[in-house]
Protein backbone atom coordinates (compact mmCIF):
# COMPACT_ATOMS: atom_id res chain seq x y z
CA UNK A 1 0.00 0.00 0.00
CA UNK A 2 1.48 3.75 -1.21
CA UNK A 3 2.92 5.80 2.28
CA UNK A 4 -0.18 7.28 4.12
CA UNK A 5 -0.34 9.23 7.01
CA UNK A 6 -0.84 7.43 10.23
CA UNK A 7 -4.41 7.97 9.56
CA UNK A 8 -7.31 10.14 8.08
CA UNK A 9 -8.60 11.80 11.38
CA UNK A 10 -4.61 12.81 12.57
CA UNK A 11 -4.56 13.98 8.70
CA UNK A 12 -8.22 15.89 9.30
CA UNK A 13 -7.02 16.95 13.06
CA UNK A 14 -3.87 18.31 11.78
CA UNK A 15 -5.41 20.03 8.81
CA UNK A 16 -8.21 21.72 10.94
CA UNK A 17 -5.79 22.35 13.85
CA UNK A 18 -8.47 21.08 16.11
CA UNK A 19 -8.59 18.20 18.18
CA UNK A 20 -11.15 15.24 17.74
CA UNK A 21 -13.75 15.74 20.42
CA UNK A 22 -15.16 12.89 22.57
CA UNK A 23 -18.84 12.28 21.87
CA UNK A 24 -21.27 9.01 22.06
CA UNK A 25 -21.76 7.12 19.26
CA UNK A 26 -25.45 8.35 18.58
CA UNK A 27 -24.23 11.85 18.58
CA UNK A 28 -21.70 10.65 15.80
CA UNK A 29 -24.15 9.12 13.66
CA UNK A 30 -26.88 11.87 14.03
CA UNK A 31 -24.10 13.86 12.44
CA UNK A 32 -22.97 11.78 9.67
CA UNK A 33 -26.58 11.20 8.79
CA UNK A 34 -26.88 14.96 8.54
CA UNK A 35 -23.82 15.61 6.50
CA UNK A 36 -24.88 12.88 3.95
CA UNK A 37 -28.25 14.65 3.30
CA UNK A 38 -26.46 17.58 2.94
CA UNK A 39 -23.91 16.69 0.12
CA UNK A 40 -25.01 13.49 -1.02
CA UNK A 41 -27.70 14.75 -3.10
CA UNK A 42 -26.41 17.97 -5.11
CA UNK A 43 -28.36 19.75 -7.48
CA UNK A 44 -26.09 20.84 -10.18
CA UNK A 45 -23.07 18.80 -8.98
CA UNK A 46 -22.00 14.85 -8.90
CA UNK A 47 -20.13 14.36 -5.24
CA UNK A 48 -17.07 11.88 -5.17
CA UNK A 49 -18.72 9.75 -2.11
CA UNK A 50 -16.94 7.46 0.34
CA UNK A 51 -18.11 6.28 3.11
CA UNK A 52 -16.11 3.80 5.98
CA UNK A 53 -18.25 1.44 7.53
CA UNK A 54 -16.65 -0.79 10.37
CA UNK A 55 -18.61 -3.88 10.00
CA UNK A 56 -20.91 -4.88 6.79
CA UNK A 57 -24.19 -4.93 8.99
CA UNK A 58 -24.05 -0.88 9.85
CA UNK A 59 -23.57 -0.63 6.23
CA UNK A 60 -26.91 -2.88 5.59
CA UNK A 61 -28.65 -0.68 7.80
CA UNK A 62 -27.31 2.60 5.21
CA UNK A 63 -27.73 0.32 2.11
CA UNK A 64 -30.66 2.19 0.89
CA UNK A 65 -29.67 5.66 1.26
CA UNK A 66 -26.24 4.85 -0.17
CA UNK A 67 -27.70 3.48 -3.36
CA UNK A 68 -30.29 6.53 -3.77
CA UNK A 69 -26.58 9.18 -3.15
CA UNK A 70 -24.75 6.33 -5.70
CA UNK A 71 -27.50 7.37 -8.64
CA UNK A 72 -26.61 10.90 -8.67
CA UNK A 73 -23.01 10.61 -7.74
CA UNK A 74 -19.84 10.85 -9.96
CA UNK A 75 -18.43 7.79 -7.78
CA UNK A 76 -19.23 6.51 -4.72
CA UNK A 77 -17.21 4.15 -2.62
CA UNK A 78 -17.62 2.50 0.61
CA UNK A 79 -15.09 0.16 2.83
CA UNK A 80 -16.99 -2.37 4.98
CA UNK A 81 -15.53 -4.72 7.76
CA UNK A 82 -16.68 -8.24 6.95
CA UNK A 83 -18.29 -9.54 9.52
CA UNK A 84 -19.70 -12.17 7.53
CA UNK A 85 -19.87 -12.99 3.74
CA UNK A 86 -18.95 -10.27 1.10
CA UNK A 87 -22.75 -9.36 -0.85
CA UNK A 88 -23.95 -6.56 -2.87
CA UNK A 89 -26.95 -5.87 -4.80
CA UNK A 90 -28.39 -4.10 -7.77
CA UNK A 91 -26.99 -0.28 -7.37
CA UNK A 92 -24.65 -0.68 -4.68
CA UNK A 93 -21.84 1.41 -4.66
CA UNK A 94 -18.47 -0.07 -5.17
CA UNK A 95 -17.63 -2.25 -2.22
CA UNK A 96 -14.45 -2.59 -0.46
CA UNK A 97 -14.19 -5.50 1.72
CA UNK A 98 -11.57 -5.47 4.20
CA UNK A 99 -9.87 -6.84 7.23
CA UNK A 100 -8.68 -6.32 11.06
CA UNK A 101 -5.46 -4.70 9.35
CA UNK A 102 -7.75 -2.11 7.31
CA UNK A 103 -8.30 1.31 9.07
CA UNK A 104 -11.66 1.17 8.51
CA UNK A 105 -11.87 -1.87 10.87
CA UNK A 106 -11.38 0.64 13.89
CA UNK A 107 -12.17 4.24 12.03
CA UNK A 108 -15.49 5.44 10.43
CA UNK A 109 -16.30 8.51 7.67
CA UNK A 110 -18.46 10.09 5.57
CA UNK A 111 -16.76 12.05 2.78
CA UNK A 112 -17.85 13.70 -0.06
CA UNK A 113 -16.35 15.97 -2.25
CA UNK A 114 -18.03 18.47 -4.95
CA UNK A 115 -15.34 21.18 -5.30
CA UNK A 116 -15.45 24.55 -3.41
CA UNK A 117 -19.50 24.04 -3.07
CA UNK A 118 -20.95 21.05 -1.41
CA UNK A 119 -17.86 19.21 0.58
CA UNK A 120 -17.97 18.00 3.74
CA UNK A 121 -16.14 15.44 5.86
CA UNK A 122 -16.59 13.15 9.28
CA UNK A 123 -14.13 10.93 10.53
CA UNK A 124 -14.44 9.25 13.92
CA UNK A 125 -12.93 6.36 15.71
CA UNK A 126 -13.83 4.54 19.23
CA UNK A 127 -12.05 4.66 22.28
CA UNK A 128 -14.46 2.94 24.81
CA UNK A 129 -16.16 0.00 23.92
CA UNK A 130 -16.02 -2.13 20.40
CA UNK A 131 -17.83 -1.75 16.95
CA UNK A 132 -19.42 -5.47 18.59
CA UNK A 133 -20.69 -4.24 21.55
CA UNK A 134 -24.04 -1.96 21.79
CA UNK A 135 -24.37 1.49 21.23
CA UNK A 136 -24.73 2.67 24.66
CA UNK A 137 -20.92 1.07 25.64
CA UNK A 138 -19.40 2.73 23.12
CA UNK A 139 -17.82 6.38 22.81
CA UNK A 140 -16.17 8.23 20.39
CA UNK A 141 -13.61 11.07 19.03
CA UNK A 142 -14.83 12.72 15.87
CA UNK A 143 -14.62 15.70 13.34
CA UNK A 144 -16.32 16.87 10.96
CA UNK A 145 -15.86 19.58 8.57
CA UNK A 146 -17.01 21.73 5.86
CA UNK A 147 -14.24 23.30 4.52
CA UNK A 148 -13.30 22.13 0.73
CA UNK A 149 -9.65 22.22 1.45
CA UNK A 150 -10.05 19.74 4.15
CA UNK A 151 -12.70 17.24 2.36
CA UNK A 152 -10.10 17.62 -0.66
CA UNK A 153 -7.14 16.51 1.66
CA UNK A 154 -9.07 13.89 2.47
CA UNK A 155 -10.19 12.74 -0.55
CA UNK A 156 -6.51 12.41 -1.92
CA UNK A 157 -5.75 10.81 0.98
CA UNK A 158 -8.53 8.28 0.11
CA UNK A 159 -7.15 7.96 -3.68
CA UNK A 160 -4.26 6.82 -2.23
CA UNK A 161 -5.98 4.02 0.66
CA UNK A 162 -8.08 2.47 -2.50
CA UNK A 163 -5.02 2.42 -4.79
CA UNK A 164 -3.68 0.02 -1.99
CA UNK A 165 -6.28 -2.07 -2.15
CA UNK A 166 -7.11 -1.79 -5.79
CA UNK A 167 -5.25 0.24 -8.75
CA UNK A 168 -7.87 0.89 -10.79
CA UNK A 169 -9.69 1.50 -8.40
CA UNK A 170 -7.62 4.07 -6.88
CA UNK A 171 -7.26 5.68 -10.28
CA UNK A 172 -10.80 5.57 -11.22
CA UNK A 173 -11.10 7.85 -7.73
CA UNK A 174 -8.31 10.12 -9.01
CA UNK A 175 -9.71 10.76 -12.52
CA UNK A 176 -12.70 11.69 -11.04
CA UNK A 177 -11.49 13.75 -8.29
CA UNK A 178 -9.30 15.50 -11.24
CA UNK A 179 -12.92 16.13 -13.31
CA UNK A 180 -14.19 18.41 -9.99
CA UNK A 181 -14.67 21.31 -10.06
CA UNK A 182 -11.33 23.38 -8.95
CA UNK A 183 -10.81 24.95 -5.35
CA UNK A 184 -10.18 29.16 -5.53
CA UNK A 185 -6.52 29.28 -5.97
CA UNK A 186 -5.15 31.42 -2.54
CA UNK A 187 -4.02 34.52 -2.65
CA UNK A 188 -0.59 35.60 -2.89
CA UNK A 189 0.77 37.77 0.03
CA UNK A 190 2.00 40.87 -1.58
CA UNK A 191 5.61 41.33 -1.36
CA UNK A 192 6.70 44.16 1.90
CA UNK A 193 7.91 46.47 -0.87
CA UNK A 194 5.00 46.24 -3.42
CA UNK A 195 2.50 47.05 -0.20
CA UNK A 196 4.94 50.22 0.34
CA UNK A 197 3.97 51.32 -3.35
CA UNK A 198 7.90 50.90 -4.24
Avoid: K, N
Avoid at 40 to 45: A, F, N, T
Avoid at 58 to 83: C, Q
Avoid at 174 to 189: E, K, M, Q, T, V
Wanted: with cysteine; net charge positive; hydrophobic share 40%.
Amino acid sequence: MPALPPSLLDLIAASTGRAPRMQTRRALVTASHELEDRYGVQRGVTPLLFGGFQRMRFFDHDRARWRHFARGAAMTVVAVGADGPPRSGPGDPVILHVGRDDPFWRDWLCLAYAGPEGSGVLIARDVEGDPDEPLSERRSVGLVSHDPRVAHAAAVWTGAYLAGHDPALGARWRAALDAAPPLPRRRARRRAAGALGS
